[in-house]
């Protein structure tokens, strides 16, 4: 067997081992087999990338933004450059079906042009005073050590999320990626290297995230922790952050409304790429399609059929559309559920098991007859498995689809466009498609949930409010005191 490459964290603007010695393997999800040796970074690693950020951050937020925005332009041009190799060891490392990982890629390059361009931005406001001779504004400031804790199923996209807003704002970074997918990181962090981005300004510590993410969300020099990943670590992180700005992307137990007058074709095709693509690891995946009663069995016949004919396998194979799970717990949780919704008395139409014997396959998994109050319609499974629910009308659809703790992307399929600014308003999410999946967010627009689905904006305009604070200033040219609230007549 051909040696394992080993990889290392990137401190202080050195590739370092860890202070612990202590490193992981990561295994390819379709294969089995590693891919790499990772650095167990420690809580020694964390104390030292903070300080190298603190130390660094004053140089770099005093760096004209248009400047630091040009870096970023760079970094768009480096993913584009190499977007075909990295795509491929982004499959390797996470089985997400080639197709999409060069999207993945695709949504970083994105995010690096519209952050740079927003380097010339930055905007704050101006407004009026209530007295005389005086000028009020605001302006824009970075933080100051931004710890970005991030997931593994977008390994380009969400990091650059954080990283680069957090980094045209003026802030200085620690990141923390998924232990399942440390290589996309490295590369993502060897990109900025290359950049020219200056040294101590980004350091990345890989490792456990109940050790080394928790050193981060701990210190009081991190003003503030960008995390994204399951509601459960997103509650545990906020019970510890102390007095910082946190910002919590979590979970979702996101749906498809279809009306008895929608498209249906439409909506199958939404539904199919909704609940399996990326084999229902997103954070944004149908995971319930509530379907209006008279046409319930129709549409159940039609998703069916199409189901039946998805190619599941390694995401490097030609025509592969559903890849692995990240991991074997990933496999046993999604299983777990199928178990679940067999003894809640849930019919299962097709799936609910294991494909294959290598790998972490899992069959796209349908069930029907499901009501609202089962766990399979309330929990998150993160995997290829979808639960229809009927409704009588629009109110019995929206009542259903509010009735989970989550709130980040909700759809509605229908023709008539009552209905559709009614669900538009009365859709408890973050995010609402009308005629369109649950799954296709812009990186120009924001992007975040209500509820337990979490809180903080990213992407766009938002991400920027998010990254920065926003200092206001008083100026008083009148030469004279003025009191607010008392010398205004
Ligand atoms: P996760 O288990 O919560 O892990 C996310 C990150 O947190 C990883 O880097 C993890 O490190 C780290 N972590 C774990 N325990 C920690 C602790 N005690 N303190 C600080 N950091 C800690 O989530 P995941 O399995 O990677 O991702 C799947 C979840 O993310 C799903 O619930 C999905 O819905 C959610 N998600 C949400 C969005 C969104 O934008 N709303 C987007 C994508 C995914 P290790 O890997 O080392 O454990």
Known sequence: MPKLPVFKMFIDGQWQSS???????????ATGRPIGIFQRGSKHDVNDAIESAEKAFGKW??????KRGKILLKVAELLEKNKESLAKELTEEMGKVLEESRGDIQEAIDMAEYMAGEGRRLFGKTTTSELKNKFAMTIREPIGVV??????????????WKLFPALACGNTVVFKPSSDTPRCAIRLVEILEKAGLPKGVLNLVTGSGSSIGDAIVNDKRVRMVSFTGHRDTGKGILKKA???????ELGSKNVVIIMNDADLSLALDGVVWGAFGTTGQRCTAASRVIVHDSIKEKFEKMLLERTRKLKIGNGLDKGVQVGP???????RKVHKYTRIGLKEGAKLLIGGKRYGIKGNFYHPTIFTNVSPKMRIAQEEIFGPTTAIISAKNLDDAIEKANSVEYGLSFSIYTKDIDKAFEAIRKLQSGIVYVNASTIGAEIHLPF????????GREGGWTAIEEFSNEKTVYVDYSGKLQRAQIDVD
Do not use: H
Request: hydrophobic share 35%; proline share 11%; net charge positive.
């Open 147 to 160: 710890g970005c804790i991030t997931p593994w199923n977008f390994p380009f996209a969400i990091p650059s």
């Open 325 to 331: 799970l990240i991991n074997k717990e990933a496999l």
């Open 242 to 248: 102390g007095i910082k700005k946190v910002s919590l």
């Open 448 to 455: 975040g949930g209500v509820k337990e689905s979490g809180f």
């Open 19 to 29: 202070s612990s010695s202590q490193t992981f393997q990561k295994l390819n999800p």
């Open 61 to 66: 937020s005093e760096i004209p933004a248009p």
